[in-house]
């Protein structure tokens, strides 16, 4: 099995900064991709930031130039470092990672983390 465990949340006040981690767990084989997704109070969860093997990078338009993710490799982390933050940006954070395990080797399988709350307010 595998467990994503995240850290980094919190309340932060309008144009403050705040950076999630996200540790994966387990019987991994190789983590395809990572990303982060949030979800705010009454909406859908959506994709905020992705990176695949390879280091290519994808941000959803509401946070492009102001959210940064990054991965580390060895330590089967992704984190998310987030600059000028809004109080649209509040919302429940949720690791996610596409991964090789040794119980299903042969496709990637899909996991979350519990989810991380991110407050932006005055």
């Known amino acids: 099995q595998v467990q994503l465990l995240e850290s980094g949340g919190g309340l932060v006040q309008p144009g403050g900064s705040l950076r999630l981690s996200c540790t994966a767990s387990?019987?991994?084989?190789?983590?395809?991709?990572m990303a982060w997704y949030r979800q705010a109070p009454g909406k859908q969860r959506e994709l905020v930031a992705r990176?695949?093997?390879?280091?290519?990078?994808d941000y959803a338009d509401s946070v492009k130039g102001r959210f940064t993710i990054s991965r580390d490799n060895g330590k089967n982390s992704v984190y998310l470092q987030m600059n000028s933050l809004k109080p649209e940006d509040t919302g429940v954070y949720y690791c996610n990672a596409g991964v090789r395990s040794s119980t299903s080797p042969w496709r990637v399988a899909d996991y979350w983390g519990q989810g991380t709350q991110v407050t932006v307010s005055s």
């Open positions: 990176v695949i093997t390879g280091g290519s990078t």
């Open positions: 387990g019987t991994i084989i190789r983590i395809d991709r």
